[in-house]
Nanobody, 118 residues
């Protein structure tokens, strides 16, 4: 099964920006959706954004609309999350996952830590 590896996290001040990457291990990787999720300390993992991998279309949770942008590079089998105007409440471990049409999310990696200081 495909392995997804997240990277790009770090420590940033409020108002700053970061770009996360999610790389797939398989060249023939072709899911229907790719998505980003996050889990803050003491909280359940929550959905952040998703995109259609082979066509246009993206969806965001309300708290990140206008600040985060999800994108993908099919040739590199890599998905990105550009995060701007970061807030302390964005602090979490960020995970990426894939989903086939009407399927469950899979390919969870180890995540990448994003810490936003006030």
């Amino acid at each position: 099964q495909v392995q997804l590896v997240e990277s790009g996290g770090g420590l940033v001040q409020a108002g700053g920006s970061l770009r996360l990457s999610c790389a797939a291990s398989e060249r023939t990787f072709s899911p229907y959706n790719m998505g980003w999720f996050r889990q803050a300390p003491g909280k359940e993992r929550e959905f952040v954004a998703r995109m259609r991998w082979r066509s246009s279309g993206a969806y965001y949770t309300d708290s990140v609309k206008g600040r985060f942008t999800i994108s993908g590079d099919n040739a590199k089998n890599t998905m990105y999350l550009q995060m701007s105007s970061l807030k302390p409440e964005d602090t979490a471990v960020y995970y990426c996952a894939a989903r086939d049409f009407n399927g469950d999310w899979y390919g969870w990696g180890q995540g990448t830590q994003v810490t936003v200081s006030s």
